[in-house]
Nanobody, 129 residues
Framework: QVQLVESGGGLVHPGGSLKLSCATS????????VGWFRQADGKDREGVAC???????????SYRDSVKGRFTISRDTAKNIVYLQMDNVNPEDTAKYFC???????????????????WGQGTQVTVSS
């Protein structure tokens, strides 16, 4: 059974950093792409980042334009965790963040995807001074 559990959210000041974790189980994390998406109050979901299968290089990451250079997605296969390191955050990053997977074995992924067959319960990130 595929399971994903997000954690690490909280309140952070503008310009600050936060690291989200997505604990996975029920599948081999090296073989499949995993993505992060978010939903702010009153707004549509939007894809944030994704990481493709691990072909020996850890997996190719991809990002939506608004987070490029600020967010970093990575996987720790030994711990079965996908991380989203968020740096230099701004109030527009305030949202509930989710991780998801369609169990697709792809070497590149689309960071704008916001619908997955499997996803977690989300973790809230609030950026405010």
């Amino acid at each position: 059974q595929v399971q994903l559990v997000e954690s690490g959210g909280g309140l952070v000041h503008p310009g600050g950093s936060l690291k989200l974790s997505c604990a996975t189980s029920g599948f081999n994390l090296d073989y499949y792409a995993v993505g992060w998406f978010r939903q702010a109050d009153g707004k549509d979901r939007e894809g944030v980042a994704c990481i493709a299968l691990n072909s020996g290089d850890g997996g190719t990451p991809s990002y939506r334009d608004s987070v490029k250079g600020r967010f970093t997605i990575s996987r720790d296969t030994a711990k079965n965790i996908v991380y989203l390191q968020m740096d230099n955050v701004n109030p527009e990053d305030t949202a509930k963040y989710f991780c998801g997977t369609d169990l697709r074995m792809v070497v590149t992924c689309d960071p704008l995807i916001y619908e997955y067959d499997n996803w977690g319960q989300g973790t809230q990130v609030t950026v405010s001074s």
